[in-house]
């Protein structure tokens, strides 16, 4: 049988036993501009089809005593080759990823935040997923 109990004094829960578990996507379609900001008050995956060369900046971020997992789904549109930089990101050996290049690729690009948004440690969790 599971249960959950609180932590005295807070409402965070302690130990929480959970058999299913669900996020929401946001779908942002084919963006076309320059610069985007990826809303975190709307979710933690968003899905997204590059038409352009686009620069994302997250918004919303969590306080600096929480951290939040953010998963960016990259599609190459048509003709392919475009770019994606993410403002405050920061990768292994400082070297930003580089995506797929053809027409329809699929990349996976994985951040998280612990210091209310002042920096994004980022991961290529998937590239060229067929």
Do not use: H, W
Request: a neutral charge; proline letters at 5%; hydrophobic letters at 35%.
């Amino acid at each position: 049988m599971a249960y959950q109990r609180l932590n005295p004094g807070s409402a965070a829960l302690v130990a929480p036993v959970l058999q299913s578990y669900e996020e929401r996507y946001v779908a942002l379609g084919s963006i076309s501009s320059g610069t985007y900001n990826l809303d975190l008050s709307l979710s933690n995956l968003f899905t997204i089809t590059l038409s352009s060369n686009v620069t994302f900046t997250f918004t919303n971020p969590p306080a600096s005593d929480r951290s939040k997992p953010i998963t960016v789904i990259l599609t190459q549109g048509a003709g392919g080759s475009k770019t994606a930089t993410f403002t405050n990101a920061k990768y292994t050996d400082g070297t930003a990823p580089i995506l797929s290049t053809g027409a329809g690729n699929v990349d996976v690009l994985t951040f998280f935040t612990i210091n209310n948004g002042t920096s994004y440690y980022g991961t290529f969790a998937m590239a060229d997923i067929k």
